[in-house]
């Protein structure tokens, strides 16, 4: 897609809290990521990548970067996530975008990724307990999964956030209790969730 600007909304209003968001996800992988090796990153539901370039870049100047993927529905978004990674200088063999439904990971191999990341797109995971199971089955030795999501809070149902619902075009919702299960069933340690 060379020569067109893919934009959503007003990018001015988007930076402040794409970086607070990025440098928040930063510190957390900074603090679990493994420190023994370059690392193969995966990124579900990347969107036009701000935290995917931003991961890559932080890594390349660590040098610990083998390779990162991100995972999106949207080829237009993919698209200029890859324009924007040439842009900022991120070498195009670690850096690749898939076209992929993440309730459908089945053609990534076992074992092949350090760093499972997610920034508020889990939500759209219509079984959170096989998500759970296919980022353990994805995940190398010693591997991490460092994720945020849009949750009910205790007590609310989905027929009351309507307007959520109806907005992101979903079915259900997910819980703290809910990802707790599905991690505890994946075989994944929890160490931290936002907002515990």
Do not use: C
């Not at 898939?98 to 089945?106: A, I, V």
Request: net charge negative.
């Amino acid at each position: 897609m060379t020569g067109r600007k893919y934009k959503r909304g007003n990018p001015k209003d988007d930076m402040e809290p794409l970086k607070l968001r990025n440098e928040k996800m930063w510190s957390y992988i900074e603090q679990y990521m493994p420190t023994d090796r370059k690392l193969r990153v995966l990124e579900l539901g990347s969107g036009r990548g701000s935290l995917t370039r931003y991961v890559a870049l932080k890594l390349q100047q660590l040098g610990k970067l083998e390779l990162i993927v991100g995972v999106n529905l949207s080829q237009k978004e993919n698209d200029y996530n890859e324009e924007q990674a040439k842009l900022e200088g991120i070498p195009e063999d670690l850096f690749q975008t898939l076209y992929m439904n993440f309730d459908d990971l089945t053609t990534l191999r076992d074992d092949s990724f350090d760093l499972i990341l997610s920034n508020d797109s889990l939500l759209h995971a219509s079984n959170k307990i096989l998500l759970s199971q296919e980022m353990a089955r994805l995940l190398r030795r010693d591997g991490v999964t460092i994720f945020s999501d849009i949750l009910l809070q205790r007590g609310v149902t989905e027929t009351q956030v309507p307007k959520l619902m109806e907005r992101f075009h979903l079915t259900s919702l997910g819980t703290l209790e809910l990802y707790d299960a599905a991690l505890e069933l994946a075989g994944l340690k929890k160490i931290l969730l936002y907002g515990d």
